[in-house]
């Protein structure tokens, strides 16, 4: 599992086999398909002793793809020990495909 987030990046465009993926992109920025978008969607602590002793940082990642049945939606599964998959849906004639991710 990566350590930050700029190795989380390199992860993800290894999973995808292209670097169009973007972290919380700006709406200035021209997407390439198919891509991985993702942000920071939440950080779950835990605590004891009225001190943070653990923390995760959850991840929302989007993989967007032309082809409904790609190979991608499975290889993120099996690429990261901490992801389950949200859920799926079409815009734009893009199949998009929610997980989220703890690191």
Do not use: W
């Not at 709406?27 to 923390?55: G, L, R």
């Not at 793809?65 to 859920?87: A, Q, T």
């Amino acid at each position: 599992m990566a350590k930050d987030r700029l190795q989380l990046h390199e992860e993800l465009c290894d999973v995808l086999g292209s670097r169009n993926v973007y972290f919380q992109p700006p709406e200035s920025v021209k997407i390439k398909y198919p891509a991985i978008i993702y942000h920071v969607e939440n950080i779950d602590q835990k605590f004891a002793n009225n001190m943070t002793y653990n923390k995760d940082r959850a991840y929302l990642l989007i993989l967007v793809h032309p082809d409904p049945d790609n190979d991608i939606i499975e290889k993120l599964l099996f690429s990261f020990p901490k992801i389950r998959f949200d859920r799926a849906y079409d815009s734009d004639n893009m199949h998009h495909y929610v997980y989220v991710l703890y690191e």
